[in-house]
C-alpha cells in the first residue's frame, strides 16, 4: 500500500543551524507531495509541494527535491529560526485523499 | 486568514453527552474531510465527502458520524462520547489545482476531552 516514512523526532537545532527532516515514501505510481507545518494550537498548514519527479518545492526558506529514484522528498532549510519551531508533516496523495507520515517534532532554541 | 472554522476549539464533557464538531468553510470547495489526530501527532482520516449529500468512511473506523447538506457546513457527531473519542479533530477541505495536486487547507482543531 501506499504509505510515508518521516524521521523520528525531537529534532533539536539551535538557531541559524541547517536543518533536515528526512522522508522517504511508498506508492504504486507518481503521487504528489507535500510538506505541512502544525504550530502549537493551531491546524495544518501546507508548506510546500512537488507534483513530479525532480519538481523542488520552496517556501518561507524551506525546500523540498521530489526524488523519484530514491523515493524521498526531505525538506532542508539552511538557517533556522525560533519561530520555525512546530511539527512538521510529510505527506502523498494520488487524487482526493493525503496519506500522512507520524510528523516531526522541531524545537529551536535561541 | 482562515477560510474555513472550526467550533468549540476546546470541549470536555462527560462520557454518554452528544457532541457536534461544527465545521464551516466559505471558498465553496466541494470536497471536505475530518481527521483524527492522536497525542502522539499521527493523523487518520475519519470521514471525507465530494459534495452535498455525499459522505464516506475513511481509513481509520470511527463511531462517529457526518453530514453533507450544505457545501460549507460538514459538522461530525458523536452521539455516545467515551473517552476513547478523547483526541483532537481537524476539519480540511480542498479543491483540485490545475498542477494536478489536492491542496488541504485545515481548521485549528477542536480539542475533545471526554471524562
Known amino acids: 500500500g501506499n504509505s510515508v516514512t518521516q524521521m523520528e523526532g525531537p529534532v533539536t537545532l539551535s538557531e541559524e543551524a541547517f536543518l533536515t527532516i528526512n522522508c522517504t515514501y511508498t506508492a504504486t505510481g507518481y503521487p504528489s507531495l507535500f510538506w505541512y507545518v502544525q504550530y502549537p494550537g493551531e491546524g495544518l498548514q501546507l508548506l510546500l509541494k512537488a507534483t513530479k519527479a525532480d519538481d523542488k518545492g520552496s517556501n518561507k526558506g524551506f525546500e523540498a527535491t521530489y526524488r523519484k529514484e530514491t523515493t524521498s522528498f526531505h525538506l532542508e532549510k539552511g538557517s533556522v529560526q525560533v519561530s520555525d519551531s512546530a511539527v512538521y508533516f510529510c505527506?502523498?496523495?494520488?487524487?482526493?485523499?493525503?496519506?500522512f507520515g507520524t510528523g516531526t517534532r522541531l524545537q529551536v532554541f535561541p | 486568514e482562515a477560510d474555513i472554522y472550526q467550533t468549540p476549539r476546546y470541549l470536555v464533557i462527560g462520557t454518554g453527552k452528544k457532541i457536534t464538531l461544527e465545521c464551516s468553510q466559505t471558498m465553496g470547495h466541494d470536497k471536505m474531510y475530518w481527521y483524527q489526530q492522536d497525542p502522539g501527532m499521527e493523523l487518520h482520516l475519519i470521514h471525507y465527502s465530494y459534495g452535498v449529500n455525499s459522505t464516506e468512511k475513511g481509513d481509520l473506523s470511527s463511531e462517529s458520524t457526518v453530514s453533507r447538506i450544505r457545501t460549507e457546513h460538514f459538522p461530525l457527531t458523536l452521539e455516545s462520547a467515551r473517552p476513547s473519542h478523547t483526541s483532537q479533530y481537524l476539519c480540511a477541505s480542498s479543491e483540485w489545482r490545475d498542477s494536478g495536486a489536492n491542496v488541504l487547507t485545515f481548521g485549528a482543531g477542536s480539542r475533545l476531552t471526554v471524562l
Open positions: 505527506a502523498l496523495s494520488f487524487t482526493d485523499k493525503l496519506i
